[in-house]
Nanobody
Framework: QVQLVESGGGLVQAGGSLRLSCIVS????????MGWFRQAPGKEREFVAS????????SYADSVKGRFTISRDNAKNAVYLQMNNLKPEDTNVYYC?????WGQGTQVTVSS
């Protein structure tokens, strides 16, 4: 059974940083493209960032370019999202995604 488990969310002041982690189990991680999405209450889930299986190719939503960095460690079955210069509008539940599977989400709250 495929499982994705996020961690690293929390409460931070505007301008601060957080690092989200997602650990994948149940399938061969090194061959997976991975993504981060986020969703606010009452809104649709939106794309944040993605990384291909090797880590050589990444993509970002315009709203986070230059502030967020996605990376992966295939030896640890992990994908990360480093979030810098956080803004109140980054407040969301952040989800890890791969191949149709989702994690349970981790809450990020940015205070002004």
């Amino acid at each position: 059974q495929v499982q994705l488990v996020e961690s690293g969310g929390g409460l931070v002041q505007a301008g601060g940083s957080l690092r989200l982690s997602c650990i994948v189990s149940g399938r061969t991680f090194s061959g997976l493209n991975m993504g981060w999405f986020r969703q606010a209450p009452g809104k649709e889930r939106e794309f944040v960032a993605s990384i291909n299986w090797s880590g050589a190719s990444t993509s970002y939503a315009d709203s986070v370019k230059g502030r967020f960095t996605i990376s992966r460690d295939n030896a640890k079955n992990a994908v990360y999202l480093q979030m810098n210069n956080l803004k109140p509008e980054d407040t969301n539940v952040y989800y890890c995604h791969s191949g149709g599977f989702w994690g349970q989400g981790t809450q990020v709250t940015v205070s002004s």
